[in-house]
């Protein structure tokens, strides 16, 4: 595709506003029979709670992830907690988790009065190792939340061993990561959320499988832990009106899972495209001084939930403001380490106040648009941009 350029050889300024960190009505523009179709359907059968939309849902879902159970719920956060309860920990278990990340990994932690204990990450690729992990283990730790940041998979395979050899259970925060597969060392391939005991997503619309409003899985390979979530998930009953524990209600409505069922076949097609714009990303800004690209794990696809970059000598916030000007949308995630967070101050079992990485992404990190809908007029441009700040 030709970028139009202007007499003095710059790429042309597209439209401002059609610049955007996330495009999500170009995407339904491009599915909207199918979408209106699968939202009336619903609406017409009056099934919107627990209704065959959900189910096909389910099913997909399962055969997708490569996972024998997936129990929808109403958000990412609930997922995460469900996974929690379900694993029967007793006040004070501690619970290994970056400091890096979305606030909901480490809350649902505390939240239940679980430790969480707060670890550094990978300065490159931004997620935790098991490096990092192993020296946070105590006799109280039970379970590890690796987190998938921006839609890498952690290199799970060290991971898992380290686990194993302590009998800690691993739910992953896969929230950013769905559709990403990693690849252990003897050649076997799974999705991510599906490299440990269980999985939990979100279906927040900006996520890369998006709904038009809230909504969450959690997956599990394991029958007896499937049962023990679905029960949760569903005030603690098995049978109706006979509650077994406290648990919580938590469910993915039939509109929201109609909507996913039309994208869910396109997933694997919208994260090769967010993909396509990496690598652009990653040639165009290649070999500028005071800025870093974002680091690929060998042994797993990156699907690109957010392209992040470093942006060294304090020079963040001026680049953002460049770009602001110049019509090109940027986001910080993340600005305030956990350990910062008032929320959390004091409360990490391990005591942590200061992670050297974690500090440093807290104020070098900087995320440019990142859709399955970018142009490469418009890619050209926010390169441009980006290039221009460090070259005048
Ligand atoms: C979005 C997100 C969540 C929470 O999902 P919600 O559906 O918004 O509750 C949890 N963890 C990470 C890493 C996320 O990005």
Redesign the pocket.
Known sequence: MATPTAPDGRAQLPPVQSIQMVDLKTQYEQMQEEVDGAILDVVRSGAFINGPAVKQFQAGLEEFLGSAHVIPCA????A?QIALMALDLQPGDEVIVPAF??V??AEVIALLGLSPVMVDVDPFTFNVTAAQIEPAITARTKAIIP?H?FGQSCDMEPIVALAKQHGLHIVE?N??AIGAEYTFSDGQQRRTGALGDIGCT???PS?NLGAYG?G?AINTDSDELAARLRMVANHGQNRQYYHDVVGCNSRLDSIQAAVLNCKLTRLDDYNARRRTAARYYDEQLAGIDGLLTPARLPASTHVYHQYTLRIAGGRREALQQHLREAGVPSMIYYPVPLYDQDAFRGTAANAVDFLPVTDALCREVLSLPMHSELTEDTLAYVCQTVRAFFTT
């Open positions: 958000n990412g956060t609930d995460l990340t979305y909901a990994s987190v940041l925060d929230a950013q979100s279906f927040y996520k809230d969450g």
